[in-house]
């Protein structure tokens, strides 16, 4: 098929299938979707134009997280106050970010350096934490061997308009309402300037951070996102971002089809593994785009 807005010939089987596996992904981990749609949309469909490429990424974002996010809330696994504040904190994020974007990065070969520049420096956090500290393997061990011996149950709050605090499988987690908020802001940026969704940063920023358990970060990551999606789609189309419907809408089928998988593969693995798999896949994006 060829589109004549993207100015490519391109395979639907092909697409439908890559667009199934992002679906997948994204709604496992809460992160990586928008930079594999990224992936595709470079480098297997060959998209010369960086700013179709971004929006087309977040479309297919969002449309993973209204498939994902009801399953979460139905499994209990939103801490939907933290998906809030970030989201709240990502709307002016947003805004600049595009705007710079479009303005200042519209081809593939000036983003492509910061986009894996990024994803690169996030891979080897999560490794960092993984297997040089010794507290936070302690940490996944105790949250996987108490999901095995009982029913994670509900999230019970105790909001302040300072600080927010809950309670999940007899343990407490704490921390400032700002802190959240400056994230929101600062993932937002660095998200729609690339074209991304930012789970990217958020999943470490939640785990490592604010030391939430990874059995709610995918969720709570996704919620948020949502918000910021929303507000840096549409200054893209103001902006002059265009789209092609029938390629996109290949894309929509399939990222929605891999999105109801999903989160019931998420259910059924360790956190440890969830972030190795998290790690080394942004590693691998991170040095293929900046050789």
Same mark, same amino acid.
């Given at each position: 098929? @060829?589109? %004549?807005?993207?100015?490519? /010939?391109?395979?639907?089987?092909?697409?439908?299938?890559?667009?199934?596996?992002? &679906?997948?992904?994204?709604?496992?981990?809460?992160?990586? &979707?928008?930079?594999?749609? +990224?992936?595709? @949309?470079?480098?297997?469909?060959?998209?010369?134009?960086? *700013?179709?490429?971004?929006?087309? *990424?977040?479309?297919?974002?969002? !449309? !993973?997280?209204?498939?994902?996010?009801?399953?979460?809330?139905?499994?209990?696994?939103?801490?939907? #106050?933290?998906?809030?504040?970030? =989201?709240?904190?990502? $709307?002016?994020?947003?805004?600049?970010?595009?705007?710079?974007?479009?303005?200042?990065?519209? /081809?593939?070969?000036?983003?492509?350096?910061?986009?894996?520049?990024?994803?690169?420096?996030?891979?080897?956090?999560?490794?960092?934490?993984?297997?040089?500290?010794?507290? !936070?393997?302690?940490?996944?061990?105790?949250? %996987?061997?108490?999901?095995?011996?009982?029913?994670?149950?509900?999230? *019970?709050? /105790?909001?302040?308009?300072?600080? #927010?605090?809950?309670?999940?499988?007899? %343990?407490?987690?704490?921390?400032?309402?700002?802190?959240?908020?400056?994230?929101?802001?600062?993932?937002?940026?660095?998200? !729609?300037?690339? +074209?991304? +969704?930012?789970?990217?940063?958020?999943?470490?920023?939640?785990?490592?951070?604010?030391?939430?358990?990874?059995?709610?970060?995918?969720?709570?990551?996704?919620?948020?996102?949502?918000?910021?999606?929303?507000?840096?789609?549409?200054?893209?189309? *103001?902006?002059?971002?265009?789209? /092609?419907?029938?390629?996109?809408?290949? %894309?929509?089928? +399939?990222?929605?089809?891999?999105?109801?998988?999903?989160? @019931?593969?998420?259910?059924?693995?360790?956190?440890?593994?969830?972030?190795?798999?998290? =790690?080394?896949?942004?590693?691998?994006?991170? $040095?293929?785009?900046?050789?």
């Amino acid at each position: 098929m @060829h589109s %004549e807005i993207l100015g490519i /010939d391109y395979n639907p089987v092909l697409l439908l299938l890559w667009s199934f596996f992002v &679906g997948l992904v994204f709604s496992t981990v809460g992160a990586a &979707g928008g930079i594999l749609s +990224g992936v595709g @949309h470079i480098s297997i469909f060959g998209i010369p134009f960086a *700013n179709n490429i971004k929006i087309m *990424n977040q479309i297919l974002v969002i !449309s !993973s997280t209204l498939i994902s996010v009801p399953s979460y809330f139905l499994q209990k696994r939103v801490v939907y #106050i933290l998906s809030f504040l970030l =989201g709240i904190g990502s $709307i002016a994020g947003a805004l600049i970010g595009s705007t710079l974007s479009y303005r200042y990065l519209p /081809d593939v070969s000036s983003y492509k350096p910061v986009f894996g520049l990024f994803t690169l420096l996030v891979s080897l956090k999560i490794f960092q934490e993984i297997f040089l500290s010794k507290s !936070s393997k302690e940490r996944i061990k105790g949250i %996987e061997q108490r999901l095995k011996e009982k029913s994670p149950g509900g999230i *019970n709050f /105790d909001v302040s308009p300072l600080r #927010i605090t809950f309670r999940y499988l007899g %343990e407490t987690y704490s921390f400032s309402t700002f802190s959240p908020l400056a994230a929101g802001f600062v993932v937002a940026v660095v998200s !729609s300037a690339l +074209g991304v +969704g930012g789970g990217f940063l958020l999943v470490p920023f939640m785990v490592s951070f604010l030391r939430i358990p990874m059995f709610l970060v995918p969720g709570t990551s996704a919620l948020s996102i949502l918000i910021t999606m929303v507000v840096s789609i549409g200054n893209y189309v *103001n902006l002059g971002s265009r789209f /092609d419907p029938v390629f996109l809408g290949i %894309e929509v089928v +399939g990222v929605m089809a891999g999105s109801f998988a999903g989160p @019931h593969l998420s259910r059924k693995m360790g956190e440890k593994k969830l972030r190795l798999a998290l =790690g080394a896949l942004l590693m691998y994006i991170g $040095i293929r785009y900046l050789l």
